[in-house]
């Protein structure tokens, strides 16, 4: 399994941007697909973006148009840049890896089960 360290959370205003990173430990981070995933107090944690080895990416319709994923293999790292951010978008943020042994060029991930390794979280508050 792969260790996953979240940051770049915290609080901003209604219409800021922010961007999380997550960090991953080890040394075949490029052939694993990643996601982010998202858990707002009170409900059940949703999928919010994935992007797998070859770079394709996938998107819940409520972000769609305002997130994007990103990876930097030379840094076994995962992006998620959030703009015009919403009071709706607050919740605790998970990074999530799954190991994917560069099968499925085009294979979209979106389900808790789809990943094996998961991240402690990082909150993400947006004020109105």
């Known amino acids: 399994q792969v260790q996953l360290v979240e940051s770049g959370g915290g609080l901003v205003q209604a219409g800021d941007s922010l961007r999380l990173s997550c960090t991953a430990s080890?040394?075949?981070?490029?052939?694993?697909?990643m996601g982010w995933f998202r858990q707002a107090p009170g409900k059940e944690r949703e999928f919010v973006a994935s992007?797998?080895?070859?770079?394709?990416?996938y998107y819940a319709d409520s972000v769609k148009g305002r997130f994007t994923i990103s990876r930097d293999n030379a840094k076994n790292t995962v992006h998620l840049q959030m703009n015009s951010l919403e009071s709706e978008d607050t919740a605790v943020y998970y990074c999530?890896?799954?190991?994917?042994?560069?099968?499925?060029?085009?294979?979209?991930?979106?389900?808790?089960?789809?990943?094996?390794?998961w991240g402690q979280g990082i909150q993400v508050t947006v004020s109105s």
């Open positions: 999530a890896a799954r190991y994917s042994s560069y099968s499925g060029s085009r294979s979209n991930y979106y389900r808790d089960s789809d990943f094996g390794s």
């Open positions: 080890g040394r075949t981070f490029s052939s694993y697909a």
């Open positions: 992007i797998n080895w070859a770079s394709w990416t």
